[in-house]
């Protein structure tokens, strides 16, 4: 089955450590993007990627690092200049432009301990 | 930039009862889509609307894009206990996906 897959599910971090989520999907999408979701709140955009080797700021992208080496796979890394990184986070997929909706994986949930 | 707003941001209803969640954008869309993401899961695309004044139903829901396609709507007829979650509209930036904060549902059985 064709998806997008992200790991871990949970994830503890100590402060001051630099932590990566891990973002693969298969459905041979060109763009990927990173959203943080904080409780009762709405999605916020980290980093988006539109093509391979290539990727963008987002609207709250301070703190955060992206890299697109592969077309399948789009990690995203929070360093520990994120001043308050526990939240939930959401991986998408879509095709060129966003039609026909986004693909979402099941997201990871980050606890800073 | 674009901001799309959402209301109400909570709902709960008696179970057959109708909901109805509104999605408001500063500026015109070219396109305006609808997710539903159920209690810790993850958003799943519902539909996407492309044309003014478009309806399209979906079984007990019904999705319209005003005329000036700066706002849309979400209408459940009956609401059951499976439609409990959070329900997104979202609409195109520059590129991204810019989403509402979304309105949540609680259906009392």
């Known amino acids: 089955d064709g998806g997008i897959t992200q790991s871990p599910k949970y994830l503890f971090r100590k402060e001051g450590q630099n932590v990566t989520l891990s973002c693969e999907q298969n459905?041979?999408?060109?763009?990927m993007y990173w959203y943080r979701q904080d409780p009762g709140q709405g999605l916020r955009l980290i980093y988006y990627?539109?093509?391979?080797?290539?990727?963008q700021k987002g609207d709250i992208a301070e703190g955060y690092s992206v890299s697109r080496e592969k077309k399948e796979s789009f990690p995203l890394t929070v360093t520990s200049a994120q001043k308050n990184p526990t939240a939930f986070y959401l991986c998408?997929?879509?095709?060129?432009?966003?039609?026909?909706?986004?693909?979402f994986g099941s997201g990871t949930r980050l606890t800073v301990v | 930039g674009q901001q799309v707003m959402q209301i109400p941001q909570y709902q709960h209803v008696q179970e057959g009862e109708d909901f109805t969640t509104y999605c408001n954008s500063s500026?015109?869309?070219?396109?305006i889509q609808w997710y539903k993401q159920r209690p810790g899961g993850h958003p799943v695309f519902l539909i996407q609307l492309v044309k003014s004044g478009e309806v399209k139903k979906q079984k007990r829901l019904t999705f319209q894009f005003g005329e000036a396609k700066k706002n849309s709507s979400l209408h459940i007829t009956a609401t059951q206990t499976t439609d409990v979650g959070t329900y997104f509209c979202a609409g195109p930036g520059n590129t991204p996906l810019v989403f509402g904060k979304g309105t949540r549902l609680s259906v009392i059985a």
């Open positions: 990627s539109q093509i391979v080797n290539d990727f």
């Open positions: 998408a997929s879509s095709i060129s432009g966003g039609l026909y909706g986004y693909t």
């Open positions: 500026t015109t869309l070219s396109n």
């Open positions: 459905l041979n999408h060109d763009a």
